[in-house]
């Protein structure tokens, strides 16, 4: 039998330190001129064909899991959804969820969703996206 995974423990400083390193570095790879992000919508022209789908269930009933968290991470998904909505891909582009959706705040509409937190179940802003 295969012995679970556990996360590293981290101290709030180190965790804090690691979210700001990575969050930096993507920021500045948004920079630099060697990648061409997909920027383009047109919401208006449907597409011609559909090369994948895929589908999840969003309602889930979790042990000591507030259920407001399942419909929150809903509206969330529908937020993120309208900023991709319409998002032309063209060759040679690069695609990025987060370059695209940006951060998600309240004043955007996000609302608290579940998140996993070194293994643990939390609630925070935009909790959900990662459906």
């Known amino acids: 039998m295969a012995k679970p995974i556990v996360p590293t423990q981290r101290s709030p400083l180190r965790l804090a330190l690691g979210r700001a390193f990575f969050t930096g570095r993507r920021y500045l790879q948004w920079l630099l001129p060697n990648k061409r992000y997909a920027s383009a919508i047109d919401a208006g022209c449907p597409l011609a064909y559909k090369i994948a789908g895929h589908q999840t269930p969003l309602l889930r009933q979790l042990r000591e899991v507030d259920m407001r968290l399942q419909y929150n991470k809903i509206t969330n998904l529908r937020l993120a959804a309208s900023r991709l909505n319409g998002l032309i891909l063209q060759p040679g582009e690069t695609f990025s969820f987060w370059r695209s959706v940006g ?29």
């Open 103 to 131: 951060r998600p705040t309240r004043r955007k509409g996000y609302l608290d969703g579940m998140v996993l937190s070194n293994g643990a179940v939390c609630s925070g802003t935009g909790g959900g996206l990662c459906q």
